[in-house]
Nanobody, 117 residues
Framework: QVQLVESGGGLVQPGRSLRLSCAAS????????MAWYRQPPGKQRELVAR???????NYADSVKGRFTISRDNAKNTVYLQMNSLKAEDTAVYYC???????????WGQGTQVTVSS
């Protein structure tokens, strides 16, 4: 069972930055595709950013140029750097690990990000 623990959420003013971290419990992290999803209030969960084990990335159009996903395999950690935050970025952010159909797919518990003045 892989456990994912997010941290770094909080209240931030529009235009400011925040960095989320997600620490995985297993060393097999290096073979996982990792992603960040978010769920705004009253809306469905949506993909924010994804990074494969090879380092390829893709982003939601709404965050391109503002958010950056990265990973440190030595620390079993994936990050989401969020710059130029907007009120519409307010959501619960979830870390997601895709280790394929045999090992499984896992979610973190979520961390709240609130962008407000």
């Amino acid at each position: 069972q892989v456990q994912l623990v997010e941290s770094g959420g909080g209240l931030v003013q529009p235009g400011r930055s925040l960095r989320l971290s997600c620490a995985a419990s297993e060393s097999i992290f290096s073979i996982a595709a990792m992603a960040w999803y978010r769920q705004p209030p009253g809306k469905q969960r949506e993909l924010v950013a994804r990074m494969t084990s090879a380092g390829s990335t893709n982003y939601a159009d709404s965050v391109k140029g503002r958010f950056t996903i990265s990973r440190d395999n030595a620390k079993n950690t994936v990050y989401l750097q969020m710059n130029s935050l907007k009120a519409e970025d307010t959501a619960v952010y979830y870390c997601y690990a895709d280790l394929g159909p045999i090992i499984g797919r896992y979610w973190g518990q979520g961390t709240q990000v609130t962008v407000s003045s």
